[in-house]
């Protein structure tokens, strides 16, 4: 059983941060892709960031420049670092954990709220 426990949302100001946290706890593989994806009202969940447990990064463009993915492997915990943060990014941020064999994992979502 693989859990995953998010933290670090919450309201903001446009232009400020926000650093996000998400613990995995179970059987985890050594190999796996961690990372975060977004889903705004009424929108589809789209893909923020990942990365690799060889440190491979990929970002969607609109956050490219702002958000830092990094993660501690002997943590088992991925972070998202998020800069100059705009109205368009609120949405409800949930951290995702792919593994061999097609495990895939997400956990409860973090609420992040961007005010003008």
């Known amino acids: 059983q693989v859990q995953l426990v998010e933290s670090g949302g919450g309201l903001v100001q446009t232009g400020g941060s926000l650093r996000l946290s998400c613990a995995a706890s179970g059987s985890i593989f050594s190999i796996n892709v961690m990372g975060w994806h977004r889903q705004a009202p009424g929108k589809q969940r789209e893909l923020v960031a990942t990365i690799t447990t060889f440190g491979g990064t990929v970002y969607a463009d609109s956050v490219k420049g702002r958000f830092t993915i990094t993660s501690d492997s002997a943590k088992n915990t991925v972070y998202l670092q998020m800069h100059s943060l705009e109205p368009e990014d609120t949405a409800v941020y949930y951290c995702?954990?792919?593994?061999?064999?097609?495990?895939?994992?997400w956990g409860q979502g973090t609420q992040v709220t961007v005010s003008t």
């Open positions: 995702n954990l792919k593994m061999p064999y097609g495990s895939d994992y």
